[in-house]
T-cell receptor, first 115, second 113 residues
Framework: DAGVIQSPRHEVTEMGQEVTLRCKPI?????LFWYRQTMMRGLELLIY????????DSGMPEDRFSAKMPNASFSTLKIQPSEPRDSAVYFC?????????????FGDGTRLSIL | QKEVEQDPGPLSVPEGAIVSLNCTYS??????FMWYRQYSRKGPELLMY????GNKEDGRFTAQVDKSSKYISLFIRDSQPSDSATYLC?????????????FGKGTTLSVSS
């Protein structure tokens, strides 16, 4: 079974540009999470969805960030306009609903550099 | 104070050593505790999880939780070069699908042969 797939793996762009990160969760998983990882702050939850509906976006840093999940197999995280402080590794994770003890499965991340 | 504190290391040990990785936390509501392993340029993967206090063993790995001290540990016996990675502790108050996890910053471990 394919894991969580993220694209692109690396993104380098200039400040002010729009950035779109993409995620394909594991088929059959009901939950999708977006995290951001930096040396300073570690791994932080930005937003998560249940059955394509955003449940908690309290971790989204500001209005420049938005996330969508138009269907069960695709989600995007968009930053517009981007700033150098947005440079980080962004991870998507998915989780199957139902009984407890189901781990979150992470993708390999998108390494974002804003110049 | 951050909810979960973890010494970033780096920690360097020779092959075969016993490794101890630790996290402290401040939220007494946390009941589920996890350890994730993250290889360079990869996403975290779940290594072990425990509920409440006590020990759990899985092969060379032992997870230990002391809720009275708000302290959790991961022990690695007979460490191998393949154990070289960053180890992240994570915890939550609930263990049901969709629960947000609070992560430590991770400890980087290097095992030399």
């Amino acid at each position: 079974d394919a894991g969580v797939i993220q694209s692109p793996r690396h993104e380098v762009t200039e400040m002010g540009q729009e950035v779109t990160l993409r995620c394909k969760p594991i088929s059959g998983h009901d939950y999708l999470f977006w995290y951001r990882q930096t040396m300073m702050r570690g791994l932080e939850l930005l937003i998560y969805f249940n059955n394509n509906v955003p449940i908690d976006d309290s971790g989204m840093p500001e209005d420049r960030f938005s996330a969508k999940m138009p269907n069960a197999s695709f989600s995007t995280l968009k930053i517009q306009p981007s700033e150098p402080r947005d440079s980080a590794v962004y991870f998507c994770a998915s989780e199957r609903g139902g009984p407890s003890n189901q781990p979150q499965h992470f993708g390999d991340g998108t390494r974002l550099s804003i110049l | 104070q951050k909810e979960v504190e973890q010494d970033p290391g780096p920690l360097s040990v020779p092959e075969g050593a016993i490794v101890s990785l630790n996290c402290t936390y401040s939220n007494s509501a946390f009941q589920y505790f996890m350890w994730y392993r993250q290889y360079s340029r990869k996403g975290p993967e779940l290594l072990m999880y425990t509920y409440s206090s006590g020990n759990k063993e899985d092969g060379r790995f032992t997870a230990q939780v002391d809720k009275s001290s708000k302290y959790i540990s991961l022990f690695i016996r007979d460490s191998q070069p393949s154990d070289s990675a960053t180890y992240l502790c994570a915890m939550s108050a609930l263990r049901q699908a969709g629960t947000a996890l609070i992560f430590g910053k991770g400890t980087t471990l290097s095992v030399s042969s």
